[in-house]
C-alpha cells in the first residue's frame, strides 16, 4: 500500500489546520494510501518530516499551511526520481504558489484535487544552500516584511504585509547593489530587489504576467525609486501587469544570479526571513511534482 504523509502547521488558516487534516485523511484513505499526520511545532519541522517521508519511500507528501510551511516541506524533498509527489492545502496569508499553480485557495476545493491523477513537474529556486518555490527578495521593505508576526497574519490577513512595507516607504535609503545575471552586470542603488519563480508575489497575480512555474527562469526586478509618487505609478503598472516597463524598475530573467551590496543587508525568502547578502540563486527545473486538477496536468 502506498504512504501519504500530511505536514500540517496548526497555527495556519486561524488555526483551522487540524479540522481540515480529517478531510484530507478521508480523500486519500479513498484513494487507497496508508496515511500519516505529521503537525509541526517548530521552524525546520516540516523539512525534517519530509526528508523522512522521502527517505522512507512515501509517494505523496501533503503541505497543509502557507507559503512559509511549504517552503519548508520542499526544503526536505530532494527531487530525485524517488520523491514523492507533493500535495498543497493553502492556509495561510497570501499563498501565492498555489494561486500560481492555479490551485482552489479554498482549502475544501483543494483538498479534493488530492484524488486528481494529474501532476505538474514546476521548478524550484535554490538560494546559496537551501531552496525556495517562490520568491526571494531583498531590501528594507523585505527586511520589514518578515517582522510580521503570526498574529498579526492571523488578524489582519495580507493588511499585515503592507502595513509594515508602509512603514519602510518614506524615508527609505536605497542600498548600493551589484547584480550578477547570466554573465551580465547591473550596478547601482536601489531600496528593493524581487526575485520570482512565478507570476504571483504577495497576492499581486500579475508581477509578471509571462512567468510560468515550469520555464526554468527567474524573474527578476530591481526598484529603482519608492518615492511617493513613482510608488503610485509602480503599483498602476502592477495592476495591469505592465511593472516590467516601468522607467523606475529594472527587469530581466536569468537562469543563475548573484546579489552582493558593501552594506549589511537581510533577504526575506517565501515570506520568511532569509540570509543576508551575498547571496546566489539559481533554477533546478521541473524539479517537484505537485498534484493539480486533472484538466490543468502535464
Known sequence: ?????????????????????????????????????????????????SRAACQEGYGLVVSIGGDGTLHEVINGLSGDTGCPKLGVIPLGTVNDFARAIGLSLNPEEAIRTLASPG???VDVGRLNGRLFINVVAAGAIAESVSAVTSEDKSRLGSFAYFKEGLKELTGNTPNHLIITHDGQVWEGDS????????????GFERLAPGAAVDDGLIHCFVIKDLTILSTLTASISLLLGNLKNHKGVEYF????????????????VDGEEGPALPVQLSVLPRHIRVVVPEVESG
Open 253 to 268: 530573467a536569468a537562469r543563475s544570479i548573484t546579489v552582493e551590496s558593501a552594506a549589511p543587508m537581510h533577504t526575506n
Open 119 to 121: 501532476t505538474r513537474a
Open 191 to 202: 531600496p528593493l530587489f524581487v526575485a520570482a519563480l512565478t507570476n504571483s508575489v504577495g
Open 1 to 49: 500500500m502506498e504512504q501519504a504523509m500530511i505536514i500540517v502547521n496548526p497555527t495556519s488558516g486561524k488555526e483551522e489546520g487540524p479540522g481540515y487534516v480529517r478531510m484530507a485523511v478521508e480523500i486519500l484513505t479513498e484513494q487507497g494510501y496508508a496515511i500519516t499526520v505529521k503537525e509541526t511545532q517548530q521552524e525546520g519541522d516540516a523539512t525534517l518530516f
